[in-house]
C-alpha cells in the first residue's frame, strides 16, 4: 500500500506563502497524476492542483496563478508552492493520486496550513 507524508503547513499571515511537500512511498510514475487536495473544516475535501504523469496541470480556479505544483521524480516527492495566500486557504491539505480514481489510495494526516492575522 503506498503512503503519503505530507509536511510544511503552518500558521501563516494573509498573503503570505508557503511550499507544502509530500514523500511517497512508491514510484509517483506508477500513477496517472499526482494531486494536492485540500478539507476545510465542514467541508467536503476538494482536489485544488493536479499535475499530469506527462506534465499537464490543473488547478482549481480560486488557486489559480497562486499555487504551482511540481515534482522531483528522484525523490518521489510532490510540492505545492503557495503565494498570497488567502484566509479561504485554510484547510488540512493531503496529497494523493490524481487523474485515475481507481488510483487513489489511503489517505495520510495531511499539513495544516492556517492563514489567519
Known amino acids: 500500500q503506498v503512503q503519503f507524508v505530507e509536511s510544511g503547513g503552518a500558521l501563516v499571515q494573509p498573503g503570505g506563502s508557503l511550499r507544502l511537500s509530500c514523500v511517497v512511498s512508491?514510484?509517483?510514475?506508477?500513477?496517472?497524476?499526482m494531486g494536492w487536495y485540500r478539507q476545510a473544516p465542514g467541508k467536503q475535501r476538494e482536489l485544488v492542483a493536479a499535475?499530469?504523469?506527462?506534465?499537464?496541470?490543473f488547478y482549481e480556479d480560486s488557486v489559480k496563478g497562486r499555487f504551482t505544483i511540481s515534482r522531483n521524480n528522484a525523490k518521489n516527492t510532490v510540492f505545492l508552492q503557495m503565494k498570497s495566500l488567502r484566509p479561504s486557504d485554510t484547510a488540512n491539505y493531503y496529497c494523493?493520486?490524481?487523474?485515475?480514481?481507481?488510483?487513489?489510495?489511503?489517505w495520510g494526516q495531511g499539513t495544516q496550513v492556517t492563514v489567519s492575522t
Open positions: 494523493n493520486a490524481a487523474y485515475n480514481p481507481s488510483e487513489i489510495s489511503s
Open positions: 512508491g514510484n509517483i510514475f506508477s500513477f496517472s497524476g
Open positions: 499535475l499530469a504523469r506527462g506534465g499537464i496541470t
